[in-house]
């Protein structure tokens, strides 16, 4: 809602260019909050019809959405190309904080389609692109994320020192930053035999999903803790 606002307040005032900024976040909040990937799709359609002005910008935008609603319904080639355009407009205009957050876009398409080895490429280039640029909000959840992917692959102690700086850099209120340390740090914790204070953590991740409408980061919570209490023998 407050995105739409400030798009048409920027719409008024003929700002083209703070308009297409907030057009993202438009997008962004269909992408992660509780529409389906066929509404999001509608919305970038919507977006597409109504924004005022020609911008690479937003062009980029709906590119980048498309790709990850296709990636949530399995059309992993298209997502992938999709989002891949979207990040090539990105780093042309030299938008590359902008550029270093959707690694976690293209993280989404892979882990969902099961290769973590491109999710961890993808990821561990926005982490550092983010951490040279003193970003914080995004490279928190973005270093989380990262240490996600390298367990997955097996490499737990690796995956360490990045749970270290999600959780250095992860505001107090940032709830994916704030739970997804704490779901990565339970899977390190149970790999170790720790299943105790692994449920604990696992429990608190999916504590903070409960306070939003990130359905889909949610779930994936959820099927973590699920995880460990199969591990631990409570089914």
Known sequence: VAA???VGYAREAGDLRLEAANVWWVLASSMLGSNTPSQTLERCAEVEEQ???DSRQVEASILLTRGVAHGQLGNFDEARKLHEDGRAILA??????SYGATAMGSDWIETAAG????AERALREGVEILDKAGEKGYLSTAAGDLADAIVKQ???DEAE?????????AAPDDVASQSMWRQVEAKILAHR??????????????????TSDYIHLHAYALMDLSELLDRSGDC
């Open 4 to 6: 739409r606002k400030a």
């Open 51 to 53: 924004f005022s002005g």
């Open 92 to 97: 042309d205009l030299g938008l590359m904080i």
């Open 115 to 118: 290769d973590y080895v491109a």
């Open 154 to 156: 097996g490499r737990v």
């Open 161 to 169: 020192k990045y749970v270290a700086l999600a959780k250095e850099a």
């Open 193 to 210: 035999g720790d299943l105790d204070e692994a449920l604990r953590l696992a429990r608190e991740a999916v504590s903070w999903y409960e």
